[in-house]
């Protein structure tokens, strides 16, 4: 056999240790690629102001849970904003477009509860985690869910659980006021199931553009009037025009003894709480209410960024990133799906409102409520909800509703 010359086994030689170098920077180079994070959200609509909110605490959570690095094992995490618009149809189409087009590893939102029931089925299509936040309704961990869904965000049921806290009380007759669509006829199925002690005694739902209460509320009262004992009506209701001024102009206290209540919400609508005060609720959160080193880092630095204190839905943001940060922790920057999802069933993590822990039968987050009493004080131009006491995780026997 006639031997090769030198400088083709050299040349061979130095292929093969290309290769082999080659082989090697690989998983290198797949480890520093970036990890793209899709937040689809009401940029614009009715729900706009909840939407930046959410934007905002998304942001800081990635940044305070990296460290300012915006990077988890030398990778670097990428957000890609997307607007709903509010619309069950944009978010859905988006969320497809996220995944697929622009190879999304995960994504985060919607701020509708009608748009996230429309983008539940994308997430499960295409195999891919979606952390809904702050999307309410029951049904969306419910049995609409699927493997693929984690919130971070508070449900109906722990809305109405915690609200329950606050007013079952034995003889207590209540109208309830809600939106029509799935935020408001989930929170009130899931009130009217916690509560032990007092009944609801009317529903009154009204389109989400609601502008004039006067019939809807009139029907409450006509409801409410006549009934012996404590009487209130409950509001559920989200978006920029709420009814509490109706409500307020209208005197139902003295008039008729029944008094108003709610759960909280963003600071500008809190406003009208000043003619409600001692009405007590539950909230998911208050920036003056948690005692922990997060709500600090979020309460400083939001007010030296935006000269204000953070809102409602800007903590639940933050969460969120937290969380996702905390989960790529443990699995060392890897994105595969089942991998995220075995690390985040049972994941606990430090947010502005404490410690949230997933569950793994529904991927819900556990999370703390907090019973307030609202106080008018002049130097606030919105009504202080004043913690009564923090409803534990443990204190809410929140139902498993999903089909798993």
Request: avoid cysteine.
């Given at each position: 056999?006639?031997?090769?010359?030198?400088?083709?086994?050299?040349?061979?030689?130095?292929?093969?240790?290309?290769?082999?170098?080659?082989?090697?920077?690989?998983?290198?180079?797949?480890?520093?690629?970036?990890?793209?994070?899709?937040?689809?959200?009401?940029?614009?609509?009715?729900?706009?102001?909840?939407?930046?909110?959410?934007?905002?605490?998304?942001?800081?959570?990635?940044?305070?849970?990296?460290?300012?690095?915006?990077?988890?094992?030398?990778?670097?995490?990428?957000?890609?904003?997307?607007?709903?618009?509010?619309?069950?149809?944009?978010?859905?189409?988006?969320?497809?477009?996220?995944?697929?087009?622009?190879?999304?590893?995960?994504?985060?939102?919607?701020?509708?509860?009608?748009?996230?029931?429309?983008?539940?089925?994308?997430?499960?299509?295409?195999?891919?985690?979606?952390?809904?936040?702050?999307?309410?309704?029951?049904?969306?961990?419910?049995?609409?869910?699927?493997?693929?869904?984690?919130?971070?965000?508070?449900?109906?049921?722990?809305?109405?659980?915690?609200?329950?806290?606050?007013?079952?009380?034995?003889?207590?007759?209540?109208?309830?006021?809600?939106?029509?669509?799935?935020?408001?006829?989930?929170?009130?199925?899931?009130?009217?199931?916690?509560?032990?002690?007092?009944?609801?005694?009317?529903?009154?739902?009204?389109?989400?553009?609601?502008?004039?209460?006067?019939?809807?509320?009139?029907r409450l009262v006509d409801a409410l009037k006549d009934k012996?004992?404590?009487?209130?009506?409950?509001?559920?209701?989200?978006?920029?025009?709420?009814?509490?001024?109706?409500?307020?102009?209208?005197?139902?206290?003295?008039?008729?003894?029944?008094?108003?209540?709610?759960?909280?919400?963003?600071?500008?609508?809190?406003?009208?709480?000043?003619?409600?005060?001692?009405?007590?609720?539950?909230?998911?959160?208050?920036?003056?209410?948690?005692?922990?080193?997060?709500?600090?880092?979020?309460?400083?630095?939001?007010?030296?960024?935006?000269?204000?204190?953070?809102?409602?839905?800007?903590?639940?943001?933050?969460?969120?990133?937290?969380?996702?940060?905390?989960?790529?922790?443990?699995?060392?920057?890897?994105?595969?799906?089942?991998?995220?999802?075995?690390?985040?069933?049972?994941?606990?993590?430090?947010?502005?409102?404490?410690?949230?822990?997933?569950?793994?039968?529904?991927?819900?987050?556990?999370?703390?409520?907090?019973?307030?009493?609202?106080?008018?004080?002049?130097?606030?131009?919105?009504?202080?909800?004043?913690?009564?006491?923090?409803i534990k995780p443990e204190e809410m026997a929140v139902p498993?509703?999903?089909?798993?």
């Open positions: 056999m006639t031997q090769a010359p030198r400088w083709r086994l050299a040349t061979a030689a130095l292929a093969l240790a290309g290769l082999g170098l080659a082989t090697l920077a690989a998983p290198a180079l797949a480890q520093g690629k970036d990890i793209r994070i899709a937040h689809v959200y009401s940029k614009t609509g009715p729900l706009e102001a909840y939407g930046k909110q959410t934007q905002i605490g998304l942001m800081m959570g990635l940044n305070y849970a990296t460290g300012g690095t915006m990077t988890v094992a030398g990778r670097k995490l990428v957000v890609l904003e997307k607007d709903d618009q509010g619309k069950p149809d944009v978010g859905k189409s988006l969320l497809a477009t996220a995944y697929g087009d622009d190879k999304a590893d995960l994504a985060v939102g919607p701020t509708s509860s009608g748009v996230a029931l429309a983008m539940l089925p994308v997430a499960e299509e295409y195999k891919k985690i979606l952390l809904v936040e702050p999307a309410v309704a029951d049904s969306i961990t419910g049995e609409k869910w699927n493997k693929y869904i984690f919130r971070t965000g508070r449900s109906s049921s722990q809305d109405a659980l915690a609200n329950a806290v606050a007013s079952d009380v034995p003889g207590l007759s209540i109208a309830v006021l809600a939106q029509d669509y799935a935020f408001g006829r989930d929170g009130v199925k899931a009130f009217k199931e916690a509560l032990k002690k007092a009944k609801v005694v009317h529903e009154e739902y009204l389109p989400t553009a609601t502008t004039d209460f006067t019939a809807g509320i009139q012996p004992g404590p009487k209130v009506i409950a509001v559920v209701w989200a978006g920029a025009t709420t009814p509490f001024p109706a409500l307020a102009a209208l005197d139902l206290q003295k008039r008729y003894g029944i008094a108003v209540g709610s759960g909280g919400n963003i600071l500008p609508a809190m406003a009208s709480y000043k003619q409600f005060p001692g009405m007590e609720g539950a909230t998911y959160y208050y920036f003056g209410i948690p005692k922990n080193p997060v709500n600090e880092w979020l309460v400083a630095n939001h007010y030296k960024q935006f000269k204000a204190p953070p809102d409602f839905f800007t903590a639940g943001g933050m969460s969120a990133g937290i969380a996702i940060v905390e989960a790529l922790k443990k699995t060392g920057g890897d994105t595969a799906t089942n991998k995220l999802i075995k690390t985040m069933e049972g994941l606990s993590f430090e947010t502005p409102k404490g410690r949230m822990t997933f569950r793994a039968e529904d991927h819900q987050a556990m999370q703390s409520m907090y019973h307030f009493k609202i106080k008018v004080d002049p130097a606030f131009p919105w009504g202080v909800p004043e913690l009564v006491r923090e498993i509703r999903n089909k798993r």
